[in-house]
């Protein structure tokens, strides 16, 4: 295995001036008006697992900041932060209550304002999630629609209906939350009577917005303004799929081995209806009249890359997570297929595929790719889950998975700790699990907690590092010192130094911008193609295949005798 080098970087950042009077500069890798999210790595930071300044035990801004300067090194483009805005933290900041403020567990606007001005600084660009699904039932529009009568304004910004049966007490329909049970909750009026449902497509503190009301469309284009104004360069869309219900809200039997976050299935009511796509529509002109390429990114789980890439067209979204990549095993026949499907369907609608293996709902791909087909990933893993993964075999094909979705052309996310090559954590206790999947379906769902504890940043201190007074929101496992990003930076075969290494290998290159061509002639259980000047070869396979001849660029473990092992992946210079 070759040593990793980390490439200079040799542009020259600019801080951006908040708003729509920015100045033209260079940024990450990619100039300004370059449409950098073409290409760019994004890193999704986790906000209360990532670097806790306050010792709380909970992530904060602060945190990130002061942690800036890892992610410079790791070389990375742009960060991604998952919500950061006031909320009961009822779905860990996805029921968001005020979308213009930043929740004091996170610490304050100037706290966001000066890491994101940091973050500038250093040519990351940053993007901010965006809930416009549901609200948090704290929300000011929903506390004013409990108090108000069925039938007025402040009740048609969400979703009530009367219930059916002869008082009321069925369901308007049988739709099922994604974290389990019943979608609907039924409200008591203000007489003390029982009265009108709501639906929530998620946990029953998530009231979805009814988005065929134009007041609800405005208060979005506003806060899209509020965050713009500011200077973010995009936002991560939640539920994009979700916003517009079929009309009549029929009757619908969701597939019980779906995904965590449903939606893998054709024609279902509450996901992918037409109408979605008028939202982005508008969003993207409002987008445009802001300089700097700023971007949105759809978190769509729809069946196909091709149904996803309605979300790409190109007067919708910019990007939109590929799910179908994810939820791909590590067999080379189907990610062939994947990758294949992929490229085609978003080049048609003038898109950059995107990729990406691992964030904060899915098991982590350090585990995932080394779970046995008995063993129902979707819904979290646990104590007792069949069929554990075995951490060597996990670790190893994380990183050949990595080093394979790295060499691919067009955008691609990472998620917080899978550089340092995290697994997910399973022997999480039933009582410090926090996940609301976990308590909606009584513990028979673990749910995502495993992939959200605290990342480990120095093995030696409290916390390793996360936290200074060594609390954590969710307990770190005993055995997570030798992955400390702190140990790993001084060794070159560490995850840490083959992620640092494949991303400047990828920038210097120009994977990102490049096209994929397919090679022939290595046997079933093998990925091979040409990206420019870099040759890819990713072997899925149990036993060693011959190598061909080439300058090993970089590898996703040790390679000897002109063979590359099972579960291994190597990038060689063409001649
Ligand atoms: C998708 C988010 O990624 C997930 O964490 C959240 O629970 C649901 N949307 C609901 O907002």
Redesign the pocket.
Known sequence: MTSPQTAERTDAPAPRAGARDSKPGVWGGAPLGSEWWRTAVIYQIYPRSFADSSGDGIGDLPGITSRLDDLRDLGIDAIWL?PFQRSPQK??G?DVSDYCDVDPLFGTLSDFDLMLGAAHERGIRVIVDL?P??SSDQHEWFQQALAAAPGSRERARYMFRDGKGVEGEVPPNNWES?FGGPAWTRVVEADGTPGQWYLHL?DSS?PDFDWSNDEVREEFRRILRFWLDRGVDGFRV??AHGLVKAAGLPDYTPDPDAGS?GGEEADVPYWGQDGVHEVYRDWHLLMAEYEGDRALCA?AWMPTPEKTALWVRPDEMHQAFNFAYLETAWDAPALRAVIAESIAAYAAVGAPSTWVLS???VVRHASRLALTAENPQGHGIGPDSPGKPIPEVGLRRARAATTLMLALPGSAYLYQGEELGLPEVIDIPGDARQDPTWFRTNGERYG?DGCRVPIPWTADAPAYGFSPTGDAWLPQPAEWAHLARDVQAGDDDSTLSLYRALIAARRERGLGAGALEWLEGFGTDVVAFRNGDVTVIGNTGATAIALPDGIVIAASGPISSGELPADTTVWLAND
């Open positions: 998952s779905d860990a996805y809930v699904n549901h994604v998620f998530q939640d539920v976050m978190e964030n904060h709902d995502r």
